[in-house]
């Protein structure tokens, strides 16, 4: 299976903050990655799809590119609506397991 | 607008088997992917398995010999079956609706509608 490493796994920023997330596969995934948002208490919403696509009504601060093994994802000014659990999630070699980072957990500063 | 509900027990004792289903409503079942993951408190997301509407099942090679999915179109439904659970299988349990496109040079495939969550306990 393709393990995926997220990092950090928490970090504190103030508002207005830009915010960066790193996500390293295993193997090589291509762009086969997407980034999920869980607020507590709620299931996953997905932010962004094949690493760099913005999922139609997420708003234009957060962004995600990379490729191969390396992603990133930002929040280019990190607003309070933003404090959750971000996960990248791959999905190579379809239709092999899907795997998810461990999460980074976003809290304001 | 789409919407996913699990329901099922919310207690099941040790070595006994966990069932839930999802209902689909607002739209149909059928030519797409849906999985389920859980969540165990405090912890990150595990993927459990996917089922298509055909009846075509991926699992999680972690837990692939205690699961099962099946899908009743006929009632926009599709269910989970997880035997002989321990207290390590407690969890919330989630279903999601798999959004996928596949064209030469091009495929995304991602998780664009959730249900809930369904909380599940093993305990005697």
């Known amino acids: 299976d393709i393990q995926m490493t997220q990092s950090p796994s928490s970090l504190s920023a103030s508002v207005g903050d830009r915010v960066t997330i790193t996500c390293q596969a295993s193997h090589d995934i291509k762009n086969y990655l997407n980034w999920y948002q869980q607020k507590p208490g709620k299931a996953p919403k997905v932010l962004i799809h094949?690493?760099?696509n913005l999922q139609t009504g997420v708003p234009s601060r957060f962004s995600g590119s990379g490729s191969g093994t390396d992603f990133t994802f930002t929040i280019s000014s990190l607003q309070p609506e933003d404090v959750a659990t971000y996960y990248c999630?791959?999905?190579?070699?379809?239709?092999?397991?899907?795997?998810f980072g461990g999460g980074t957990t976003v809290e304001i500063k | 607008q789409v919407q996913l509900q699990e329901s099922g027990p919310g207690l099941v004792k040790p070595s006994e088997t966990l069932s839930l289903t999802c209902t689909v409503s607002?739209?149909?079942?059928?030519?797409?992917?849906w999985s389920w993951i859980r969540q165990s408190a405090g912890k990150g997301l595990e993927w459990i398995g996917r089922i298509y509407t055909s009846g075509n099942t991926n699992y999680n090679p972690s837990l692939k010999s205690r699961v099962s999915m099946s899908v009743d179109t006929s009632k926009n439904q599709f269910s989970l079956k997880l035997s002989s659970v321990t207290a390590a299988d407690t969890a919330v349990y989630y279903c999601a609706r798999d959004n996928w496109a596949a064209r030469p040079g091009y495929f995304y495939y991602y998780m664009d509608v959730w249900g809930n969550g369904t909380t599940v306990t093993v305990s005697s």
């Open positions: 999630q791959q999905y190579d070699n379809f239709p092999s397991p899907l795997t």
């Open positions: 094949e690493a760099s």
């Open positions: 607002g739209g149909s079942i059928s030519r797409y992917y």
